[in-house]
């Protein structure tokens, strides 16, 4: 499918915390290597982030379970009406995900934990691409077992070391998150005094791959694979004008929210429209996309979390990344074998929002089980 979109603890639970991509946004203090100064003890935690990671996650599965009821009708309205409405309805309200994702990331690296060198940021960096890498292999082995693969074991393997494969579509985010937050994280280290040569040379890899790949082609005539690893535009617009929007002081957002209450809305009818009627999906860069993140991001932070919800969020913040990684699994062998092209549009939407429920429960109780036993280090 089209690709969408990938998430804290207590203090009290600092490991698990420091296995999310930008744990060390609001847990610095995992981060401090021997002879390092602590970091101040008056650094706040936001919990407004927290409640942007879980909305932006529950969103991304909303996302992909709809995205099932578009794809059994092959996303033709005259193939199943009921399934195709009810699948764009759902899909257009989730387009600001991977943006919130982007802009969560250059907030920690940028004003809520910038690294304090280059041993740090390689040890954030490890922390969310050891999990790609394992679901990648869960995800191959699971299709083979399954007779799904569409490539050998081995071709896809090795497809997936230069970028997301099917049947973990999902993972591209991974591909593309982890090189905007290290091109961050080198400027913010080179700023600072700091040398940081083996992150320069990582992005010099990731940037002259493609081009090196195409030469490969060019002489050994090797149907070389397509790359994911990139920092493009969009997404660095988005890390950087995300650690701005949400380093911004609550007094300057307070009463004038109201205004992105009322647009939000209106870009999600306006993402319906440009799906069913221009294209599907639209692009990330999209400025109707933009303006949806926008709205997101102002909409929650500096929102107060009342003192009751902060443990049981945080504790399904630091469950969020793992129920990303894990969650197309539930769609693909629970939600797709339901979906009927000649479903009414009221079956398709009882079984779209059931299914969500299903789903997005099932992922979070994995995700905080693999938790409890220590791999979140592993599995995200």
């Known amino acids: 499918m089209p690709p969408r979109t990938p998430a804290a603890a207590p203090d009290a639970a600092a490991t698990d915390a420091a296995d999310r991509p930008d744990a060390a946004a609001e847990h610095p203090d995992t981060e401090i290597a021997a002879g390092q100064e602590p970091a101040p003890a008056t650094r706040e935690h936001r919990f407004d982030i927290d409640v942007l990671r879980l909305v932006a996650s529950c969103t991304v599965i909303l996302g992909h379970v709809a995205a099932a009821f578009i794809q059994a009708v092959g996303n033709d309205r005259a193939a199943g009406s009921g399934a195709y409405w009810t699948g764009h309805v759902f899909e257009a309200v989730n387009s600001f995900a991977v943006p919130v994702f982007f802009a969560i990331g250059g907030w920690g690296v940028l004003v809520g934990a910038r690294p304090r060198d280059e041993a740090t940021m390689w040890r954030r960096i490890v922390r969310s691409g050891l ?82 790949l195409s030469t490969v082609r060019d002489v050994t005539g090797w149907a070389v694979p397509a790359v994911g690893w990139s920092f493009g535009t969009y997404s660095v617009v988005y890390a950087v004008g995300g650690a701005l929007l949400l380093a911004l002081p609550a007094r300057a957002l307070r009463g004038r929210r109201w205004i ?121």
Not at 143 to 164: H, I, V
Not at 310 to 329: C, F, I, K
Not at 346 to 356: C, P, T, Y
């Open 260 to 380: 992105f209450g009322v647009l939000l809305p209106l870009t999600m009818a306006a993402c319906f429209w440009y799906h069913t009627q221009i294209h599907y999906v639209i692009p990330n860069a999209h400025l109707i996309v933009g303006v949806m993140t926008l709205c997101v991001l102002l909409l929650v932070s500096r929102t107060r979390v009342p003192q009751r919800w902060r443990e049981p969020l945080t504790r399904l913040g630091g469950a969020a990344m793992g129920a990303y990684l894990v969650h197309v699994l539930f769609v693909e062998e629970l939600l797709r074998p339901l979906i009927s092209p000649d479903m009414g549009l009221l079956a398709a939407s009882g079984l779209l929002l059931g299914m969500f429920a299903v789903v997005t429960a099932l992922s979070y109780a994995v995700s905080l089980a693999w938790g409890r036993l220590g791999l979140r280090r592993y599995l995200g």
């Open 131 to 212: 999990p790609l890498f394992v679901w990648t292999g869960v995800y191959l082995v699971w299709a083979w077992l399954r007779d799904r693969n569409d490539k050998p074991m081995t071709e896809l393997a090795l497809d997936s070391l230069f970028g997301s494969v099917q049947p973990a579509y999902h993972l591209w985010f991974l591909y593309a998150y982890l090189p905007v937050v290290a091109a961050l994280a080198c400027a913010v280290l080179v700023r600072d005094g700091g040398r940081p040569w083996k992150l320069g040379l990582a992005l010099l890899g990731v940037a002259a791959l493609p081009s090196l």
